[in-house]
């Protein structure tokens, strides 16, 4: 298995632009998560989904993030506007028992400019 | 609710040197508790876990027992490398609930 994938591994944009970040998790894991880690606040859970099911989007900081997940196979993370205070680092990762053993992609480095 | 509280870093140590990362948490019941290794340029990987009071994690020459009386799960290694260079996450895992990740110990291990 190629583990979890994500793209773009690095992207840099202007402020006010739109970005999407997009994961396909390991085949057969039913629980996708999003994580942000910045050296202030070290690693939040933005948004998590149970077989494609949003379940807990408590983490996401404000109404210009919004993530969707329309199959097992794919989710994305989207960004708009996008400010320089979302620069970040974004994971994504997954797992086949609910919350427990996560297994994480490499990660989209985002500046923001 | 659910926290941990993990050793500051950075720590920085000699090749060969004993190294211990303190983790301790608060949660309800008896969680899961894991350790995961972010190596530069990564993402987290899993390091090792223990279920149960009592159980010992271990991995790549790391240990943690779950020690439910005092609420730790201290990793350890008896001798570390350069290669172990990276930040360690302490995570509890309640039941019914999901990970908790402390804040990070970044490692740095000179030759």
Request: charged letters at 20%.
């Amino acid at each position: 298995d190629a583990g979890v994938i994500q793209s773009p591994r690095h992207e840099v944009t202007e402020m006010g632009q739109e970005v999407t970040l997009r994961c396909k998790p390991i085949s057969g894991h039913n629980s996708l998560f999003w994580y942000r880690q910045t050296m202030m606040r070290g690693l939040e859970l933005l948004i998590y989904f149970n077989n494609n099911v949003p379940i807990d989007d408590s983490g996401m900081p404000e109404d210009r993030f919004s993530a969707k997940m329309p199959n097992a196979s794919f989710s994305t993370l989207k960004i708009q506007p996008s400010e320089p205070r979302d620069s970040a680092v974004y994971f994504c990762a997954s797992s086949d028992r609910g919350a427990n053993v996560l297994t994480f992609g490499a990660g989209s480095r985002l500046t923001v400019l | 609710g659910d926290s941990v509280t993990q050793m500051e870093g950075p720590v920085t140590l000699s090749e060969e040197a004993f190294l211990t990362i303190n983790c301790t948490y608060t949660a309800t019941g008896y969680p899961s508790l894991f350790w995961y290794v972010q190596y530069p340029g990564e993402g987290l990987q899993l390091l090792l876990k223990a279920t149960k009071a009592d159980d010992k994690g271990s991995n790549k020459g790391f240990e943690a027992t779950y020690r439910k009386e005092t609420t730790s799960f201290h990793l350890e290694k008896g001798s570390v490398q350069v290669s172990d260079s990276a930040v360690y996450f302490c995570a509890p895992l309640p039941r019914g609930s999901r990970l908790t990740f402390g804040e990070g110990t970044q490692l740095t291990v000179n030759p």
